[in-house]
T-cell receptor
């Protein structure tokens, strides 16, 4: 079974631009979560989607948004990029069949550099 | 607010020896899970072990075991018979039942394994 796939692996953008990152969860997984990882702030939760609905959201500005499609694939969008948005963005998927089935499997991440 | 604290930025262990990584957390919820994740240089996060808060018995996965002290809100990871492949960043994480997944990660501990 294929793992969590994130595309692209690397991305270079300039300030003010917008970017869209993609995440394909493990087949059958319905929950997708997004995290931002930086050396200074560590791993921070962005949001979680389940059945195309956002269930939880972290403390990030509205420039960060996401969505989930009917096939559980998810996209994350960052508008008006700032230098501080440079980070590794990780996606994780889970069966979410119930509270006990909450093991998250992570993708390799997308490294975003904002110049 | 829930927090996860890893007070050891770096740890070092001799191959075949045992090492313990510390983690403390704070939450007002009674229903939660605790995890240890490993992130090797390849940066893909891998689940090492998890502990259900309602279970008193400490979780064990081969060479990895935890010491879960619920009253003290402590969740340490013990790695026995350390191997070179154990060298990685280790993250302690807390996930609560908020109607969805919202994982809070600690800052991480970088583990070095000496041959």
């Amino acid at each position: 079974k294929a793992g969590v796939t994130q595309t692209p692996r690397y991305l270079i953008k300039t300030r003010g631009q917008q970017v869209t990152l993609s995440c394909s969860p493990i087949s059958g997984h319905r929950s997708v979560s997004w995290y931002q990882q930086t050396p200074g702030q560590g791993l921070q939760f962005l949001f979680e989607y389940f059945s195309e609905t956002q269930r939880n959201k972290g403390n990030f500005p509205g420039r960060f948004s996401g969505r989930q499609f009917s096939n559980s694939r998810s996209e994350m969008n960052v508008s008006t990029l700032e230098l501080g948005d440079s980070a590794l963005y990780l996606c994780a998927s889970s069966l979410a069949a119930g509270w006990a089935k909450n093991i998250q499997y992570f993708g390799a991440g997308t490294r975003l550099s904002v110049l | 607010a829930q927090t996860v604290t890893q007070s050891q930025p770096e740890m070092s262990v001799q191959e075949a020896e045992t090492v313990t990584l510390s983690c403390t957390y704070d939450t007002s919820e009674s229903d939660y899970y605790l995890f240890w994740y490993k992130q090797p240089p390849s940066r893909q996060m891998i689940l090492v072990i998890r502990q259900e808060a309602y279970k008193q018995q400490n979780a064990t996965e081969n060479r990895f075991s935890v010491n879960f002290q619920k009253a003290a809100k402590s969740f340490s990871l013990k790695i026995s018979d350390s191997q070179l492949g154990d060298a990685a960043m280790y993250f302690c994480a807390l996930i609560q039942n908020t109607g969805g997944f919202k994982t809070i990660f600690g800052a991480g501990t970088r583990l070095f394994v000496k041959a």
